[in-house]
């Protein structure tokens, strides 16, 4: 087989799962090769798949009859394969039920409502199979984050994260019989489940064939579904047979002009015909032509223009007569249609029949850049009515530098805190930018710089719809005007061309929906199949301009009609307003119903916390907390806000290597921050008690916690205790939790015995304090106070100080327990 496709190459294609090797032509992009790559069904090599489907259609063709000849199959088998390869001509079959029909006007609407229900029954299991595929992983993970005794680990009533993700995972659907079976899964060593996802079953097209007239309650019925589903096409008549395969001829291959080369491409559509009736074997098909605005535009001819509509149904009955005299057998014929995949296939050229897209296209360089490029058809379609090609390059292109730019150039920036680094930085992105603002990007500028130098909120700097230029004062206006200077327009309307001229290179944003529709009635005579016009609206259009647009098509006179609306944003939030922003006016004006007062009893506490950092006071309260773990000494030290609530950690370690001291320091500032930002106390605590690592063992100069298995493990079971009330983190038994014999810390020196009064000293800073606790206060347990006045309380005299009870004899005098006051003497007492 005599491939004529120029040179070919190798090349590294990076595809969703991995990277694979291709052979293809070498002035194909990457997006090309991978929709041939697609229709080759993942084979590598494709000059050999191409010339294997040759031989499947030359052997399909012959059983239909389709050859006269040994001759004719070998001629037809080169062609075939010399025109995909060159990328002139790309065909593809189509699923069986590719598309459902729905007729019949009494039943149409009911046919619609199940459409639409399906519609949102696929969404929503895709949705919910996503949820619960994150919420079967939150239950591995509250396994395997606990340290402890694996039968408590997947106990839920002995795992708190474990019950929560539990509660979550039936919040999102699950059953208690698919949790346990999660639960197992972890047990038995998962620790990452696949993703679970809703297989989506094959989804047809939806062909609705409605009168020509259709009421007012119908059309609308029609819009809602379009507008919803996006895979509804309508018809105003009746409508042929489905196609099962598809192909197109790219018109720009053949070049323009005098250099249409017409017999090159009669033969590509004879021999594209006879595929398509070989690959249909006795099935519809549907052959397009492929970059009809493009071409238009390079031989000089204004899309919406009768010299236009003129020259492009001259060329569409070329091509009907030459595929009906190829293939006289053909089931179908010449349509016009769209289908993404062989656009792809075609380096983007469109079957469609839609107006232009543009002068602008992208080009790939060698290294896989996508930079902006002026296209061939607006080459072509500049020299046909003698422009000037280089202002108009300058108009498209831009300068590709900010130097000079008005509104946003270097002395702008460096006003503004840029130095060279910076604009140099800027500088090199803009080749590859479609707009200014990508080249301020934080990952172009630095997010350092634009969060110390400009001041920008780190949080916003992750954020894709951050503008980097709005943050630094740049008005709408003055961007604009650099974008174009720097990076170009994207039309030719405004610029220095004639009238006449520019309304050849009017976009299909300049000329609006009419003139397609107009273009397709003019066309439908060399048609063999109903002409479809297929419009993409924003995708916040609203049913109403569906309708609008559905009607506009049907008085213009074309048979079908596809409209969809293109994907949200990916950076798309709905905002919803904060529970205390949400108001309830009927509770203003309707009166509260009397009822009789009842205990309050509060079922769940909610409390709302705003994403801020809370800063804590510059004098803070706290307390240092010396223990030895395993034989290895651990300072605690946290500070608190006014209220008593922590703030902050600090955490040192005596003798250790400064790699493990700086590790902890740095743990305990990221747990500090968590802590500002409202992260729960408890949070932590249960993120990180029961953690297993040296040190450990046991635990001295801790009157609560006795063991543990390791640093974190003590530093978060002190803080549960003393912040938090979880005495279950308290543990009496010094070897409860010893590490395999990793040693026993030294023993600090005793404190004073269990019972004794604490002096308040030893719980209230001094210096924090300045001085105004007195020195003689002390500290009793309830228990430990009752217990101390009750043997004397026959015996203690009343105290003229404080006028408590508890006068009592010290040595030859009378001293308060309360307050500390000297009574008097104890003979002077007794009388």
């Known amino acids: 087989m005599s491939l004529d496709s120029g040179k070919m190459e190798r090349r590294a294609l ?24 697609d229709w080759a069904g993942g084979e590598t090599d494709l000059p050999a798949a191409i010339f294997r489907f040759a031989e499947n259609m030359v052997q399909s063709g012959q059983r239909l009859g389709l050859f006269e000849g040994v001759g004719a199959r070998g001629r037809f088998r080169r062609e075939l394969g010399a025109g995909l390869m060159a990328g002139r001509i790309a065909l593809r079959a189509l699923p069986a039920a590719h598309t459902e029909l729905l007729s019949g006007p009494g039943e149409i609407i009911e ?137 197109a001829v790219s018109l720009m291959a053949f070049g323009v002009g005098d250099s249409f080369d017409a017999t090159a491409f009669d033969g590509a559509v004879g021999v594209l015909s006879t595929a398509l009736a070989a690959q249909a074997a006795g099935g519809g098909a549907a052959l397009g032509l492929a970059g009809l605005a493009d071409w238009l535009a390079a031989h000089g001819h204004a899309y919406d223009s009768e010299a236009g509509r003129a020259a492009a149904l001259e060329l569409f009955e070329r091509a009907n007569r030459v595929a009906r005299l190829a293939c006289p057998g053909l089931n179908g014929g010449l349509a016009v249609f ?38 061939e058809a607006a080459l072509c379609g500049l020299r046909a009515v003698g422009a000037d090609l280089d202002a108009a390059r300058w108009r498209l292109l831009g300068h590709g530098t900010l130097e000079d730019a008005p509104g946003v150039d270097h002395a702008a920036l460096i006003a503004r805190g840029f130095t060279e680094h910076e604009i140099g930085a800027v500088e090199a992105a803009l080749p590859y930018c479609a707009a200014l603002r990508e080249a301020f990007r934080p990952e172009v500028v630095g997010e350092g710089f ?34 174009a200077y720097a990076l170009g327009a994207s039309r030719l309307v405004g610029s220095e061309l004639a009238d006449d001229q520019q309304t050849i290179f009017l976009t299909a ?36 301009d569906v309708q609008t647009l559905m009607e506009q098509a049907r008085l213009a006179g074309v048979p079908m009609v596809r409209i969809a609306r293109a994907e949200p944003p990916a950076y798309q939030r709905l905002d919803l307003p904060t529970p205390r922003e949400t108001s ?6 309707r009166p509260e119903p009397v009822q009789e007062p009842r205990p309050e009893r509060i079922v769940e506490r909610v409390v709302e916390r705003e994403r801020a950092r809370r800063k804590l006071p510059d004098r803070r309260k706290g307390y240092i907390q010396k223990a030895s773990v395993g034989g290895h000494k651990v300072y605690l030290h946290t500070g608190e806000y006014d209220e008593g609530e922590l703030g902050e950690i600090f955490i040192d370690m005596h003798k250790e290597g400064a790699a493990f001291r700086s590790l902890m320091n740095n743990f305990a500032i990221a747990v500090s921050i968590g802590l500002q930002y409202g992260v729960p106390l408890d949070e932590f605590v249960e993120a990180f008690v029961f ?141």
């Open 584 to 589: 309830r006016p009927e509770a203003a004006t």
């Open 338 to 375: 769209e289908d993404p995949e062989l656009t792809l296939m075609l380096g983007g050229a469109s079957s469609a029949g839609e107006p232009w897209e543009g002068p602008v296209t992208f080009a790939e360089t060698a290294d896989g850049q996508v930079v902006r490029v002026m296209s």
């Open 509 to 544: 944003d300049d000329l609006g929906p009419a003139p397609y529709l107009a273009m397709l009635a003019h066309l439908a005579p060399a048609l063999a199949r109903p002409a479809q016009a297929d419009f993409t609206l924003p995708w916040d259009a609203t049913p109403a």
């Open 14 to 37: 990076e595809r969703s799962g991995d990277v694979v090797e291709v052979l293809a032509p070498a002035s194909w992009p990457n997006a090309q090769v991978e929709a041939w790559l």
């Open 691 to 831: 953690t297993r690592f040296e040190p450990a063992g046991p635990v001295t100069g801790n009157d609560s916690v006795r063991s543990a298995t390791s640093i974190l493990d003590y530093v978060f079971r002190e803080l549960g205790v003393s912040y938090l009330g979880r005495d279950d983190l308290a543990n009496a038994d010094p070897d409860e939790l010893n590490a395999d014999g990793l040693g026993r810390g030294k023993a600090d020196e005793p404190g004073l015995a269990a019972g004794e009064p604490q002096p308040a000293s030893r719980y209230i800073s001094k210096g924090f304090s300045r001085g105004a606790a007195p020195d003689n206060l002390v500290v009793l347990s309830l228990a430990d106070h009752r217990a101390a006045r009750t043997p004397s309380a026959q015996t203690a005299d009343v105290c003229p100080a404080c006028g408590d009870i508890a006068a009592v004899r010290k040595g030859a005098s009378l001293i308060c327990e309360t307050c500390g006051a000297r009574a008097g003497r104890f003979d002077d007492a007794t009388g």
């Open 111 to 247: 046919q619609l409502a199940r459409l639409r229900a399906e519609h949102r029954g696929r969404a929503a299991s895709q949705g919910a199979a996503a949820a619960f595929s994150a919420r079967q992983q939150g239950l591995v993970d509250a396994i395997h984050r606990c340290q402890g005794d694996p039968d408590a680990c997947a106990d839920p009533q002995r795992n708190p994260s474990l019950a929560r993700a539990a509660e979550a995972a039936r919040a999102a659907g699950a059953s208690d019989a698919a949790i346990l079976d999660t639960i197992a899964l972890a047990r038995a060593g998962e620790t990452r489940l696949p993703t679970a996802f809703a297989p989506p079953a094959p989804v047809p097209l939806t062909l609705a064939v409605v009168d020509e007239a259709p009421s007012e309650p119908l059309l609308r019925t029609l819009a809602l579904s379009a507008w919803e589903t996006g895979r509804l096409t309508v018809g105003f008549a009746s409508m042929a047979e489905a196609p099962v395969a598809l192909g």
């Open 450 to 483: 634009l969060a110390d130098v400009l001041g920008a909120p780190g949080e916003d700097l992750h954020d894709p719809r951050f503008d980097a230029l709005r943050v630094m004062g740049f008005t709408e206006a003055a961007i604009a005007e650099a974008e």
